[in-house]
């Protein structure tokens, strides 16, 4: 069984700070995602990461994928009100990228980040 | 807007009886994922379908049950519902198959269930 530990679970910072988001697991991953979800809303894909050590930027978001593909990181530079939210990371553990897209995505517990004015 | 609509938003039912929660996946996307997300549990996998056929199972318990349709819309029927059952419900697809693609999803706006 796949497992996704984010961390911290909940993040409480004043605007313009940066913070950093962790997904951690023991299993190899073939592409990993984040998604962003505000209340009484489904999750919102940012991101898909997908090669080893690879880094991907959103405007002030930075996305970066651990090298053996087993972990993840989300990074926010002067964090805005409009960032509060729940992040979630998911993976996708199937081994072959290259094939058909089946299988389930393994979610993270996320991570509530408010953003304080 | 996902492209992924789900109806309906709002769901109030009772102990013991049965609903069905109905999804239509993005344009072109074969693959559709029913999703249970509560606040103790997080968002919980149930199960996923390509083109007609189940593909992957989660935790989905005997008394919920799920079939995709030739038009490719799904639903989700869950049956004698309990108190615990009260989630949102999110549907989820993706295109599903090519090689170079990943497993991205794209989420419907969900179903809020409560049973009293």
């Known amino acids: 069984t796949q497992l996704l530990e984010q961390s911290p679970q909940f993040l409480s910072i004043q605007e313009g700070e940066n913070l950093t988001v962790y997904c951690n697991s023991s299993s190899v991953f073939s592409s990993l995602q984040w998604y962003r979800q505000e209340p009484g809303e489904g999750p919102v894909l940012l991101v898909t990461v997908v090669t080893g050590g690879e880094v991907k930027k959103l405007k002030r978001l930075t996305f970066q994928f651990g090298d053996a593909r087993k972990d993840s990181s989300l990074h926010i530079t002067a964090a805005q009100t409009g960032d509060t939210g729940l992040y979630l990371c998911?993976?996708?553990?199937?081994?072959?990228?290259?094939?058909?897209?089946?299988?389930?995505?393994?979610f993270g517990q996320g991570t509530i980040l408010t953003v304080h004015p | 807007d996902s492209g992924v609509t789900q109806t309906p938003k709002h769901l109030i039912t009772a102990t013991g009886q049965r609903v069905t929660l109905r999804c239509s996946p993005r344009?072109?996307?074969?693959?559709v994922y029913w999703y249970q997300q509560s606040l103790d549990q997080g968002l919980q996998f149930l199960i996923q379908?390509?083109?007609?056929?189940?593909?992957a199972k989660g935790n989905i318990l005997e008394r919920f049950s799920a079939q995709q349709f030739p038009d490719l819309h799904s639903e989700l029927n869950l049956s004698s519902l309990e108190l615990g059952d009260s989630a949102l419900y999110f549907c989820?697809?993706?295109?599903?198959?090519?090689?170079?693609?990943?497993?991205?999803?794209?989420f419907g706006p969900g179903t809020r269930l409560t049973v009293l």
């Open positions: 998911a993976g996708d553990a199937r081994g072959d990228a290259g094939g058909t897209s089946y299988g389930k995505l393994t």
């Open positions: 379908y390509y083109n007609g056929e189940e593909r």
């Open positions: 989820a697809s993706s295109v599903g198959v090519g090689a170079g693609r990943y497993n991205e999803q794209f």
């Open positions: 344009s072109g996307d074969l693959s």
